[in-house]
């Protein structure tokens, strides 16, 4: 996934590969399209689209994008003009399980009844689905850049909801945004080789958070302006963000399988 929260698990990637493999970057939705049609072997994808593919897909339990609570990556912003007879609550084609996350937490804010979602194009801008529809969710970079704002004091006639800190608050467990998988067949026939790979990308990304540094040189080096600053990436990565699959994370997963899938 080209998003900033996976840079660690990503920055250095190509020295963790075996041989003859090669790697591709996409936002999750078209990963998880790609995964399913047998274009990948092997991919991160949203955790809601494992939760719907498990039949087919192998979970990997090495890592995970996670979070136990604030992570301004994945927030919903609204006019206080809201309104959800009349508004549908818009969500981009980017994200499963940010989209399926936010359904969550509405239904435990709004009467579920009264609310329509409608799915738009992730490349549709914030400023248009708050004119039209006076809500936006946002998620990745645009949502960090959007954070970034907040934090120079701009937006202050919204109202914005973290959705990892609500999901927290409303269940006592981490959110797990995305986790790796393998198609089954290619796991059965490779699954050494797979778990080898993985045990050097975990040592890999671990290595990226002690060493934050190089991670932000090589963002500032690619990306385009606006850029987010060094301490709110840093903290972002080191700090909101959880990497690990620990049991809890296997609880959480269990969880979203019973809320979510």
């Not at 963790?16 to 998880?32: C, D, E, I, K, W």
């Not at 109202?159 to 198609?183: N, S």
Request: charged share 15%; hydrophobic share 40%; proline share 5%.
């Amino acid at each position: 996934m080209s998003f900033l929260n996976t840079l660690p698990m990503r920055h250095g990637i190509e020295m963790t590969m075996p041989a003859g493999f090669q790697h591709y970057y996409g936002v999750p939705s078209r990963l998880n399209q790609a995964l399913l049609a047998g274009e990948l072997d092997l991919s991160l994808v949203s955790t809601a689209a494992y939760l719907k593919h498990q039949d087919a897909w192998q979970l990997l339990p090495f890592l995970s994008i996670s979070s136990f609570g604030p992570v301004n990556s994945v927030l919903w912003i609204r006019q206080k003009s809201f309104d959800p007879e009349h508004h549908a609550v818009q969500c981009p084609d980017s994200s499963a399980s940010s989209e399926a996350l936010l359904r969550y937490i509405l239904t435990h804010q709004y009467d579920a009844s009264t609310l329509r979602y409608e799915t738009v194009s992730h490349e549709k801008s914030v400023l248009d689905s708050l004119n039209t529809a006076h809500n936006a969710l946002l998620i990745g970079d645009a949502a960090m850049r959007f954070y970034a704002e907040t934090q120079a004091g701009q937006h202050n006639e919204l109202e914005i909801l973290d959705l990892a800190t609500a999901w927290h608050a409303l269940t006592g467990h981490p959110f797990l945004f995305g986790v790796w998988c393998a198609r089954k067949p290619f796991w059965q026939e490779n699954q050494p080789a797979i778990e080898a790979w993985a045990n050097a990308l975990v040592q890999q990304t671990q290595a990226n958070l002690t060493h934050p540094q190089a991670m932000y040189d090589a963002y500032r080096h690619n990306a385009e302006p606006p850029y987010c600053g060094e301490a709110l990436l840093r903290d972002y990565w080191c700090e909101q963000l959880d990497y690990n699959f620990t049991a809890s994370h296997h609880e959480a997963l269990a969880l979203m399988d019973r809320f979510l899938g």
